[in-house]
């Protein structure tokens, strides 16, 4: 079993904390790992839980669990309420009332600021972005959260900042997870 797979059943089945111990364990000889100022056992209670509900979302919709949780982490640090762009980026994975309207015609701001909703409808979008671009990376994919599909793959943009905060909640969690590799 690989790292990536025990990180997904951490998540999923026996808790984030204890995740967040092997992690730690794997990787620094038993001692909590701090990457800048974050030191990941200080989850609060409501970030756990979003941490669990985004993985058993992406293992629900195929999507991977590492990946889910990484750009999730990147875009709102787990919080389901965040709320960005001048509150048009709502939720766990920053959705847009346009974005999410593909897939929920009518949906508000509060049905998108619910966790599950926002969750099921990332990972339909993150589905919809692998099936349109079989063969791009997961760098790129995180790319076209924040650029869509046309400014990334059709107009060639790129936005290496987000590739970054997507690494570096890898970095935080131990995930095993490369963004150059892609989506089997």
Do not use: C
């Amino acid at each position: 079993m690989n790292r990536g797979t025990v990180a997904a059943l951490a998540v999923v089945g026996i808790g984030w904390l204890l995740l967040m111990e092997h992690s730690a364990q794997a990787h620094s000889g038993g001692n909590a790992r701090l990457v800048g100022d974050f030191d990941p056992r200080k989850l609060s209670k409501a970030q756990t839980d979003a941490g669990q509900l985004v993985a058993a979302t992406a293992r629900k919709y195929a999507v991977p669990v590492p990946f889910a949780l990484a750009l999730a982490f990147s875009e709102s640090s787990f919080r389901p309420e965040a709320k960005g762009d001048d509150g048009k980026s709502l939720g766990l994975f920053q959705l847009t009332l346009a974005t999410a309207s593909r897939w929920q015609s009518a949906i508000t701001e509060p049905e998108l600021l619910a966790a599950q909703v926002n969750a099921n409808l990332a990972m339909q979008e993150l589905l919809r972005s692998h099936l349109r671009f079989p063969h791009a990376t997961f760098g790129d994919y995180a790319e076209a959260w924040t650029l869509g599909l046309t400014g990334k793959f059709i107009k060639g943009r790129s936005n290496l900042q987000k590739r970054e905060r997507v690494q570096t909640a890898i970095n935080i969690f131990g995930i095993s997870l490369d963004l150059g590799g892609t989506w089997a």
